[in-house]
């Protein structure tokens, strides 16, 4: 990892997420995650150039992480350290709606990082306002709050009314 770090100047956006490597090995890190195809395996916690392809940070997802605050999520904890030799650099991640939070991206506007990623509605973060509001089809709807903006965007029918 330290010659990928080293190695691949990134661009401007940056992508994190998770990857399991198929693995019939049992031993003290084999996950099972039942929504990948071979659902046994070493999960790893990755960052990816987007422009390259190119990985440029990740680590193997081993248990409990003794570093990590205890009010502090999982995820938040992984996107920062994936992100740590990239801050003050004004790049851009982009995650899915596991890794993104409110916190989250204060944290790394604070660094100034920017975060860029879907959020579900359910997340306590997400305004009452905009959980309620059944939304038109390919509608749009902008929150702010102090720093940050919440687009509401509604791509597909919601068939679960």
């Not at 205890?70 to 890794?99: A, C, I, W």
Request: glycine content about 6%.
């Amino acid at each position: 990892m330290n010659n990928c770090c080293t190695c691949c100047k990134p661009g401007v956006f940056i992508t994190i997420d998770v990857q399991l490597f198929a693995s019939k090995a049992r031993g003290p890190f084999t996950q099972f995650m039942a929504s990948k195809p071979d659902r046994f395996g070493q999960k790893y916690w990755l960052a990816v150039d987007k422009e390259s392809k190119y990985l440029i940070n990740g680590f193997l997802y081993v248990g409990k992480d003794e570093t990590r605050s205890v009010n502090e999520r999982v995820s938040d904890h992984v996107v920062m350290q994936l992100m740590r030799p990239y801050f003050n650099k004004g790049r851009n991640v982009t995650t899915h709606n596991y890794f993104t939070s409110v916190k989250l991206a204060t944290q790394l506007k604070e660094k100034q990082t920017s975060l860029l990623g879907t959020v579900n509605k359910i997340r306590r973060a997400v305004p009452l306002s905009s959980r309620k509001v059944k939304e038109e089809l390919h509608s749009c709807k902008h929150y702010k709050s102090g720093d940050i903006t919440l687009t509401a965007y509604q791509g597909k029918v919601n068939s679960m009314c």
